[in-house]
């Protein structure tokens, strides 16, 4: 079968292709055109488009980009016409999935959702237009299905893939010496993979690691980026940045300063205690105020529904503020493993890998479906 994908950020180019290489497993003919990434290509197929083109973080920024977000849509929904898969995979994306989703639904090509648009933090009479729009809905977290069932709308749960990255990553026993790091213990630095992310919440990361002369601090670069683009953050300072090698760096940390995202959830399951950060322009965040009804940012503290790990968003969000979390998390021995135990309620919770087995199943099942009817 044909299967053509979106995904528009990092984390749905992983996710993307840990899908992809389950739905070889069943399908052997698998065809694939997409838009994500470098781990999606590698699983074969077409690279349409690379979502380093596509990420806007927040209302203002989309707003500035919005001619190349529409030039990216036309695009996209061209070469959809043109290749006319037997499925269409969304996978996140929501401000961008959103609309392909009703292009491909008026066009008779049925639509798949890969993890749920996020429309119960805000704005949630959005469920009527995904239930007009969307054929199958698959959700990752447990509380998104009471949520929809109370609009009327069946979805499938089919677990959280990052259960599946974590628990099929194999770590590299060269990790340190093919980095050069030495023997000091490892605070992970997190900064996102959007522009808008690094160059907010990098310049206070690196300020922070000044107050910590004991441990070293590595930033995991994003694969859309080479290294000289972190160097004007670094004020000088000899912190190394690697690539392609997150879960070995959480492997390897003691603690994580991590950008509010998928990154939070990962640096949890690898048992690393953390804060949170977030900062986004004046205007997104007052909108942001306005319409989101959350009282946590980060996937951790939503997940348990209580403040698991310190989240420091916008003004909160200064190098002063980091460090004196920091220290709580190296130095209070009560307080850091308040946090680890509380990651062991979240891995129950969690549940057990094999959501991308499972969602890749349900789909060939509803597509050959589909086709037949």
Known sequence: ??????????????????????????????DFRFFGGDLMQAEGGTL??????????????????????????RSCKRDISAYHPDVLILIDFPGFNLKIAEYAK????????????????????????????V????????FEVAFY???????????????????????????LQKNKLGVKKIIALLPGSRKQEISRLLPDMIRASASFPEYQFVIAGAPAFQADYYAPYLNGEEIPVVFNCTYDLLNHAHAAIVASGTATLETALFNVPQV??????????????????LKFISLVNLIMDKAVVKELIQEECTANKISEELKLIVNDVTYRQNM????????????????????????????EADRKS
């Open 149 to 175: 069932k109370e609009w009327g709308m069946d979805v499938d749960y089919v677990g959280n893939p990052l259960l599946d990255a974590v628990s099929a990553f194999n770590p590299d026993p060269h990790f």
């Open 135 to 142: 054929d199958h809905l698959f959700c990752i977290l447990p």
């Open 340 to 367: 680890l135990n509380n990651y062991d309620e979240l891995d129950v919770r969690m549940g057990q890998p094999g959501a991308s087995a499972k969602t890749a199943r349900l789909i060939v099942k509803y597509t």
């Open 276 to 293: 949170v950060v977030y900062k986004g322009g004046k205007l997104t965040i007052a909108i942001a105020r306005m319409l989101v009804k």
């Open 48 to 73: 349409v488009k690379h979502y380093a083109d596509m990420a806007f973080m927040g209302f203002v920024e989309v707003v500035a980009n919005l001619q190349t977000i529409l030039k990216n849509m």
């Open 106 to 133: 008026a066009n008779g090509i049925p639509v798949n959702y890969y993890i749920s648009p996020k429309v119960w933090a805000w704005n949630q009479k959005r469920v009527l237009k995904i239930k007009r729009i």
């Open 1 to 30: 079968m044909k299967y053509y994908l979106v995904a528009g950020e990092a984390s749905g180019d992983l996710h993307g292709a840990n899908l992809m290489k389950a739905l070889k497993s069943l399908d052997p003919d698998a």
